[in-house]
Structures are given as structure tokens and as C-alpha cells.
């Protein structure tokens, strides 16, 4: 870790962050076409599911094993060494494989929902369920953005920058942020920052940009695409998330969903601000599985 980008993270958040670092080792899983990076550890009879890539490692995920690794299992996979969905659900089999797990919850937050969404579609039968948070559905027009474009243009330094900018703006609030949810905003936004500047390749966003085009090219919900998969469907948002009127979407298409409305004011990090309400669904939901 750069400690210049972690001079607004509090002492204490810090410790935290490191002692998570000092015990929680981070494996690897050698392919033909890559190298896979993924956390799998945690106790219980449910494994969670979810992606990490693109802007952060899997160690971006300590909140949740955190959270959660005494009540479950967690898998956490970077996804940016895969080239395509196909390869990237071949990835993600053989860890499970290898890890000893069968069936698993599969969750995603923000943009590794489009990777929980798409390795539901290609493996239903292992899937009991699948929990999403401020994630967009699939939609073909969003393909039209000329993203995947400027980054095969342009310079990726700038590329970089301009990704960097969009993504602080998550971080920025005309209303003052709770001191709590306000430490741990800070220390993931150094997290990604840290990231983009030193770990983040061409490749590897690329890569992302790849599997997201795809991802809403190829897997847009259609009538009847689901009815013979028996699992359940939870989605947490708030009104004013970015991705809010595709919960639309979600509960039209997929069966069983239901859906779990945060506090409006705090758009995209509304979960980080209202933790205790945020653990709290996905605990009851996973629990009446």
C-alpha cells in the first residue's frame, strides 16, 4: 500500500484494514489462458458468492467476509484476468471445485451484479439464490456508450483518470456523511485509488469492459427465462441509486424477487450508511433459504 493515498483513513480503520490483510490470505488458481486471484474461507452451511476486478482486488471485499465469515462460507473472485463470460464461468467452477463447494448464494454489488447476474444464467442448478445491491440489469443500449471505444484510443493514463473522477464523484455529498460510514468510505475510496494507480493494467479494465458488453449484448431477461429454476431473487436500492428503475426489470423477469427499499439521500453508498439495515435483510433473507 501507497501511504499517500491513506492519510484521510483514520488510525483505528487502518488497523482494521491491516489486521484483515495479516489473516486472511488471498489464493491464486492457475488456468491454461490466465491467473485467477480469489479469498475463499468463512465457516457455515450457505457459501456466498461474489466478484471483485476491474478497480479493486478480492481483499476490497472486507467488509463482507468480515461481516459474514462467521455465519457462511465466502468466495470472492477477481474477475479482470478473464477475456469473456465463457471463460470467466469456467474460472469460477473450477475454484468452487477445487474449494469443495456445490451450492452457493451468489451476490453482487454495484458492477459485480452484472457477474453475479451472469454466472446465475449460465448455472442455475447450483445456485439457491442470488442477492443484488444497486446493480443495472442487462440492456443492450447500454452498449452504445462509447467507453470500450476511448479506452482502445486513447492513452490509458488518461483513460485511467477519467475512470478515477467518475468514481469519486461516488464519494462526494452536499449533506455531511455519518463519522462512521465517512471512515469507511475513505478507506475504500484510497483502496480504489491505490488500485488504479499502481495495480490496474489496460488488460485488466479492458478485460471488464469486455464481459460488461457482452454481459448486455447476450444476457438480457426475456419471458419465461428463469421459470425452471427454483431459487429466489433479493434486491436492495435506494430511489435515488443510478440503477433504481431496473428493479423493474428484476421483479418482471426473474422469479420469486423481492426487493428491499433503503433511506433516499445517499444514492449509491446507501448501504455503507445504513449497514446495520443492509446486514440485517441479507442475514433474514439467506436464513429463510
Known amino acids: 500500500m501507497k501511504e499517500k493515498y491513506y492519510k484521510e483513513v483514520s488510525a483505528e480503520e487502518m488497523k482494521r484494514y491491516r489486521e484483515f490483510l495479516n489473516t486472511h490470505r488471498i489464493n491464486r488458481l492457475e488456468m491454461d489462458a490466465c491467473s485467477v486471484l480469489y479469498y475463499s474461507g468463512g465457516r457455515g452451511e450457505k457459501t456466498l458468492l461474489t466478484f471483485s476486478g476491474g478497480h479493486s482486488g478480492p481483499e476490497a471485499a472486507y467488509e463482507t467476509i468480515l461481516r459474514f465469515e462467521d455465519q457462511f462460507r465466502i468466495v470472492v473472485v477477481d474477475v479482470s484476468t478473464f477475456d469473456h463470460l465463457d471463460e470467466l464461468n469456467d474460472g469460477v467452477n473450477r475454484i468452487l471445485e477445487r474449494e469443495g463447494i456445490g451450492r452457493v448464494v451468489v451476490m453482487g454489488h454495484s458492477f459485480s451484479g ?3 447476474q451472469a454466472y446465475l444464467r449460465r448455472n442455475r442448478d447450483r445456485i439457491d439464490a442470488m442477492l443484488l445491491t444497486n446493480t443495472p440489469a442487462p440492456r443492450r443500449e ?3 456508450s462509447a467507453a470500450f471505444t476511448l479506452m482502445r484510443l486513447i492513452p490509458f493514463f488518461v483513460f485511467k483518470g477519467l475512470i478515477k473522477r467518475k468514481l469519486g464523484r461516488l464519494a462526494r455529498f452536499e449533506r455531511e456523511v455519518p463519522s462512521e460510514a465517512l471512515e469507511k468510505l475513505r478507506l475504500r475510496m484510497a483502496l480504489l485509488m491505490d488500485y488504479m494507480d499502481h495495480r490496474a493494467t489496460k488488460k485488466s479494465i479492458i478485460n471488464v469492459l469486455k464481459m460488461i458488453f457482452e454481459f448486455n449484448e447476450k444476457d438480457e431477461y426475456g419471458e419465461g427465462d428463469f421459470d425452471d429454476w427454483g431459487g429466489r431473487v433479493l434486491v436492495i436500492t435506494s430511489e435515488d441509486d443510478p440503477y433504481f428503475g431496473d428493479l423493474e426489470i428484476f421483479e418482471k423477469y426473474l422469479p420469486d424477487t423481492e426487493s428491499h427499499i433503503l433511506p433516499t439521500g445517499w444514492k449509491h ?3 455503507l450508511v445504513h ?12 436464513d429463510r433459504l
Open 114 to 116: 452484472f457477474f453475479a
Open 142 to 144: 447500454r452498449n452504445q
Open 269 to 271: 453508498i446507501a448501504p
Open 275 to 286: 449497514k446495520d439495515e443492509f446486514h440485517q435483510v441479507i442475514e433474514t433473507f439467506i
